[in-house]
């Protein structure tokens, strides 16, 4: 019996319609735990070496963890993972809500989908009974609307995730949508569902999860809700969630700003948490068993209309808001609201719509390519490019791509302000005087991601404070001046690092939210406990789970070395804005990181990581985790 899990893999065939059903493999289990473990070792093994991403052999596996579904606080997170049509890569996306508890309640801890349907289809999971069934009306229409939909059709006890238009078009940065505002936004996720045909997949589970020890797990569950709630940190948190930060990233001059042409701007009191609440905010919205609530589901009121959405969260806000210099609240919701019904990520959408301003500006897209006179902070230049590049129409065919591969074909110098790594557009936090963020984004698996490493209040303490262990937080209740901010020291930073990326794989391998470790300061041993009473095995954090996380990056670096041709080193490097343009004006005014520092950093990187100066791991760092190239 393998306590915790439901211990089924499901395997569908959507080009036969083929269904099989077979136990999960016990040694995924004990090497690789689950969600993002798992993941990660069926897309190595069982991904044909080369395969389109947008062709029907890429699979499309969902995941679990231990914890998900088990009533435990936060554990309603699904782990999506595909080869990415953004990169070429390794890519995964992690959603909350509660469609993968649900896959556990029937039965499911692993799903994984190949092949693609005749004709455009939906997915039924009702426990034992899947069936693939043409989906009808629902096809090009948003993501929003169709989960309605579905919901009026199947029963408001079904759990359905969708593609928008944009999903069915294969935009590269298409994303996976659910629970009326949860997104598995990043790596192209929604453009692989597409190419397969599939506009959604709605699952009821009604069954349940054997646990080692129900009455251990329930106390220590209820103990591990009512620490979260009394963490001094829960208040700080909960009101505004992910947009609490953006006055402080403005302020150490973080923020993107104009396409990363700069990182602070005047209008952030306009943009913020506050505003949210101000504004827009009705209630509170959280995943499946969340102690601390961090959606915020509101109204926004524009001359395009008024709409129901959710969000926008920190990310939203920077990238649709000021690096696109839009400044009004109610107008980055609504932009937001686009998105999420087209099935757009919000963060590469801000950022690839920056990026067409900027190009725009330059003459490098004409006004007739356009279809608008397109300026700067104007929300009907934001959407009507958000529309082009869902439908694929014009200029918005190229964009789709993303920009790495839209500035090729745009050309001109359009690829210096192409900000992306590995071909994924880097997210809300502009880093030319963070060098621990920068190597962070520079090294992750799946391209320019926060969600892979944040050091961003160690970089600027060490910055203000010249103190390694100062916390950012007490240095602005002590009054720091952040006017301007000095060069920051990129020497220490490669051990922060290496811990960011390792302790953020271990939630998604647990199949939990990581906000209640990194945000209010949960404890590491209340994920020990839980995960004894639900499995009956014994895991340290440090010694098991943090090493399987190493493991997985070392196996993930592999993957991109496989499946990327030429992938080593270059891959890595930041985009030349970066390193050739110094910030303009606040806090960082003047900084810029130099390539000698880029590579210092680099190689310092590679080197406790074990692999060679090309960033490939040697053969003893994949033997000494039993991994074989
Ligand atoms: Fe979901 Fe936010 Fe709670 Fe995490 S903290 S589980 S993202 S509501």
Redesign the pocket.
Known sequence: MLYGYAGHTLRIDLTTGGVEKEPLKKEWVDDYIGGRGFTAKILYDENPPGVDPLGPDNRFIIAMGPLSGLFLP?S?KTHFCTKSPATGGYGDSNM?GHFGVNMKYAGYDVTILKGRAKVPSVILIDDDRIEIKPAGDHWGKGSTAVEEAMKKELGEDFHILTIGPAGEKMVNFACISHDFGRQAGRIGIGAVLGSKNIKAIAVRGTGSIPVFDPKGLLKKGKETYAACRAKPGFLGWTPE?TAGITNWCNDVGALPTRNFKTSNCDYADDINGKAILKELKITDK??FA?P????KYGKARTSKGSVYVEGPEYETLSLLGSNCELSDIHGIAYANYVCDEFGLDTCSAGAVVSFALECFEKGLISEEEMGIDAKWGDLDSIVHILEMIAKREGIGDTLAMGVRDAAVKIGGDSDKFAIHVKGLEWTGYESRNAPGMMLGYMTADVGAHHGRCWVLGTDVANAVGGNKDANVHDLISQGADFDAIPKADHKNVVPLVLKSQHLRPAFDILGT?R??YMEIGLETHYYEELYYYATGRKLDFEKDLLVLSEKIWHLNRMYNHREIPGFGRKYDYPPPRFYEEAIPSGPNKGHRVTMEVIEEMLDSYYEARGWDKNGIPTKETLERHRLSA
């Open positions: 936060a309603g909350g969630g959280g995943c969340c601390i609530p961090c959606g939210c906000l209640q």
